[in-house]
Every structure is written in structure tokens, then in C-alpha cells.
């Protein structure tokens, strides 16, 4: 963030609040504070995951595993807390976002209906997966927005190596159920240090260019 008389809250959007909110941050603004630093952690720790897979699986589009199952190159590496990483990002990321899209539609500077619609054009599948997935395991409800293959998809392990990063949310499940199928497509997949970069490009560009120094 800028150390100038105004804040930038969306250098994308130019969503814009009046002073430094950022120097002593309180309400709406410490909240982003709090978000933003964890989701700095799980990024950091995430990203020396990518960096240890990339040096013993490979990197590039022809080096892809999905489910690692029990691939000795990785059986030092803690996945069950790399997938669950995943679920704590998305539920952080989402309130980040939302935050920003609530304070821009108070300033009435916003051309989405609601702030939700801001968080779908920012990071979808990171919603997605928020909303079936990290935030409410669907396998374990009963809401009719959701089919019989989403709800089996959100129990299964989801992290898959892409070449160049882990993500989730790669594996397509399809059911038949009384004879009717279904398809679990909607959960997209998404990279955790990726949707990351992006966002501080997009929030914090500072600091952006600081890690890329």
C-alpha cells in the first residue's frame, strides 16, 4: 500500500479510500489486515512446497500428478495440511475480497449489484471452493444447489501436482443416481501461490515488487 494521503484498496478496480487507513488500521481495515497477513502465511509455506515438488517431480506442462498418493519423492511432504491450507486460503481470501467489494459499495463507487458479485469476478474459483469445499463440507448437507457428484468430489483429495504449482480442485468426479448423472465441474481448479500473486498485484502491489526484487 502507498504511504500517500489517499489508500488504494483495488489497483485494478482504482477502488480508493480517503487517507492512510493502513497506518493505524481499525475496523474494516484491520480485518483486511488480519486476512492479509494469514493468507501471507499459507502462502509462504505453500510456496516451499511448489519449490520442493518442482525439484523432485519436475516442472513444466508434462509433469503432472494427480492425487499424489504415496509418491516417495513427497513422503516427507505434510499434504494433509497443504490440502487443508487450501480450505483456510479460500476462506480468507473470499473475506478479503468481500471486505474491499462492502467498502466500495458504502462509497456507492461500485458497479457490482453486491459485494459477493465483486468476490465472483476477483477470484471464482477460489469462491467455488469456498463455498463447496472450504466453508461447508456439502458432502455432509443436504442443499439441493448441489449434485451427488459435487458432494462426493468434496471429500476426496483434491491436491494434484500441475508442473508448476499444487492445486486443488483438478479431479472431475461423475456419479449416476436413480438414474440421473451428475458432474462435479464446477469446483475449478486453482493454485494457492498463483491466486496469491494475483491478489497482491492486485492489493498490495508494494509489496509485489518487493518479493520480486
Not at 492479509?36 to 517431480?57: P, V
Not at 491450507?85 to 449489484?113: E, L
Request: aromatic fraction near 10%.
Amino acid at each position: 500500500m502507498s504511504d500517500s494521503r489517499d489508500t488504494v484498496l483495488d489497483h485494478v478496480e482504482n477502488i480508493t479510500v480517503p487517507d492512510n487507513v493502513f497506518a493505524e488500521p481499525a475496523n474494516e481495515f484491520w480485518a483486511l489486515v488480519c486476512f492479509w497477513h494469514g493468507m501471507e502465511l499459507l502462502y509462504h509455506q505453500a510456496k516451499k512446497f511448489d519449490a520442493l515438488a518442482a525439484s523432485r517431480l519436475g516442472a513444466g506442462p508434462g509433469y503432472r500428478v494427480v492425487g499424489m498418493g504415496n509418491l516417495p519423492q513427497l513422503s516427507d511432504m505434510p499434504k494433509s495440511l497443504l490440502t487443508v491450507s487450501f480450505h483456510w486460503y479460500a476462506i480468507s481470501a473470499c473475506q478479503y475480497a468481500r471486505v474491499v467489494g462492502a467498502i466500495a459499495r458504502d462509497q456507492k463507487k461500485f458497479r457490482w449489484a453486491k459485494s459477493l458479485d465483486y468476490v465472483k469476478e476477483v477470484i471464482p474459483e477460489v469462491l467455488v471452493f469456498r463455498n463447496k469445499v472450504a466453508a461447508h463440507l456439502i458432502g455432509a448437507e443436504d442443499d439441493a444447489r448441489d449434485n451427488d457428484a459435487e458432494r462426493l468430489a468434496s471429500y476426496l483429495p483434491s491436491l494434484h501436482w500441475g508442473g508448476d504449482s499444487f492445486y486443488v480442485g483438478a479431479s472431475v468426479v461423475q456419479t449416476v443416481r436413480n438414474g440421473t448423472a451428475s458432474t462435479s465441474t464446477a469446483i475449478k481448479p486453482w493454485s494457492l501461490c498463483k491466486v496469491h500473486e494475483q491478489l497482491r498485484d492486485r492489493y498490495w502491489p508494494d509489496r509485489a515488487a518487493a518479493a520480486n526484487a
